[in-house]
Structures are given as structure tokens and as C-alpha cells.
């Protein structure tokens, strides 16, 4: 079964630095991968998916993900982080040619200090 | 174009009650799929329906069912409510390769 995990719970980081969240997965086969972001109140909107091709994958917002096979992981950027990107984030895992049941990880808080 | 929207946005209810949560997709959109997100942890798969079946389920008791309407919109139902059942229930609608969220019902059992 596919499993997501996202080892850090809470990332705090400065307004302006440099930000990466991680996200490794389990799955047999080439995965479809995806990165949510959740605001207090809201529902989940996608910043970026990974189906195949380039393994650097651009987002909104000014984020982007890597997609590394051999580490099985699947990390979020943003090379200057803004006070508006404080929420939920989650990263997900669906099957090849599945009808798109996405497992989620259980999400990194990110908060921003000014 | 309007997202994918659910009502109520909040409700409370109380032990051993039912409850029926309402999900219209994005236009275009015939495939609804449901989740439930407690507290602190991600979305979790409960079951999704397609041309008014129900085509997958994940790992949840009976005491949750679902409804589609030729209109493709949904109805999430939960009898006998637990104290656990408490949690944010969204409603996605897609294709194969992406889901669009709704803003979810935040559902208290007391």
C-alpha cells in the first residue's frame, strides 16, 4: 500500500529565508505526487504535481518540488518565504493509471515570523 | 466558474445522531470523492462516486454512505454519530490526474 511521511510536524522559519519541507513516500510504482497547501478554514488547493518528465516541477505561488526516485522523496521549495505562506501543508501520493485516490501525509505546519 | 461547494459550512450534533453533508462539484466535474480530516492529520480517503455509483470506498464503517445525483452533485450520510466521528469533511471532484477541493463542513459530535 502507498504511504506518505512527512517527518517534520511544525517548520518556523523568518520572513524572506529559504524554506524546504519534506516528503518521502512508498509506493511500487511511479507514483503521482502532489503538494497541497490548507489556510485555517479553507480547503486544500494544489500548488504542484509530479506525473513524469522533468523531475523539477514549478508550482504557484513561487514554490517547486524535486522529485528524487532514489531517495524516494519528493521536497518543497520556495526560495524566499512571504507571511502569507503560513498554513498547512500536505504532500500526497496517487496511483499510475488508478482512478486518483491520493494518500496524504499528515501534513507540516509552516509558521512564519516577521 | 464556482469551485466545488459544501454546505452546511458548520454543524453540530450529538452522539448516536445522523447527519448529511452536501457537495456540488466543479462544472465539468463528474467524479466526487469524500474525506475526512481530524484534527492534525491529513485527509483521509472515504469513499468516492462516479455516474451515481459508488466507486471505491476506503476504510470506513458502514455507518458511512453516500449518495450522487444525475446532477453529479453528493450527499456524505453518517449514522449512529461517534464522538470520534468529530472532524472536517471535504469534498473533492476531478479528473484523473487532479481534485479540486471544496472548503469542507466542520462537523462537532458532543
Known amino acids: 500500500a502507498q504511504s506518505v511521511t512527512q517527518p517534520d510536524i511544525h517548520i518556523t522559519v523568518s520572513e524572506g529565508a529559504s524554506l524546504e519541507l519534506r516528503c518521502n513516500y512508498s509506493?511500487?510504482?511511479?507514483?503521482?505526487l502532489f503538494w497541497y497547501v490548507q489556510s485555517p478554514g479553507q480547503g486544500l488547493q494544489l500548488l504542484l504535481k509530479?506525473?513524469?518528465?522533468?523531475?523539477l516541477v514549478q508550482g504557484i505561488k513561487g514554490f517547486e518540488a524535486e522529485f528524487k526516485r532514489s531517495q524516494s522523496s519528493f521536497n518543497l521549495r520556495k526560495p524566499s518565504v512571504h507571511w502569507s505562506d503560513a498554513a498547512e501543508y500536505f504532500c500526497?501520493?496517487?496511483?499510475?493509471?488508478?482512478?486518483?485516490?491520493?494518500?496524504f501525509g499528515r501534513g507540516t505546519s509552516l509558521i512564519v515570523h516577521p | 466558474d464556482a469551485g466545488v461547494t459544501q454546505s452546511p459550512t458548520h454543524l453540530i450534533k450529538t452522539r448516536g445522531q445522523q447527519v448529511t453533508l452536501r457537495c456540488s462539484p466543479k462544472s465539468g466535474h463528474d467524479t466526487v470523492s469524500w474525506y475526512q480530516q481530524a484534527l492534525g492529520q491529513g485527509p483521509q480517503f472515504i469513499f468516492q462516486?462516479?455516474?451515481?455509483?459508488?466507486?471505491q470506498r476506503g476504510n470506513f464503517p458502514d455507518r458511512f454512505s453516500g449518495h450522487q445525483f444525475p446532477n453529479y452533485s453528493s450527499e456524505l450520510n453518517v449514522n449512529a454519530l461517534l464522538l470520534g466521528d468529530s472532524a472536517l469533511y471535504l469534498c473533492?471532484?476531478?479528473?484523473?490526474?487532479?481534485?479540486?477541493f471544496g472548503p469542507g463542513t466542520r462537523l462537532t459530535v458532543l
Open positions: 473533492a471532484s476531478g479528473s484523473d490526474n487532479e481534485q479540486f
Open positions: 509506493y511500487g510504482a511511479t507514483p503521482y
Open positions: 509530479y506525473f513524469s518528465g522533468d523531475t
Open positions: 462516486y462516479y455516474e451515481e455509483e459508488e466507486r
Open positions: 500526497a501520493v496517487g496511483e499510475e493509471g488508478g482512478s486518483y485516490i491520493p494518500t
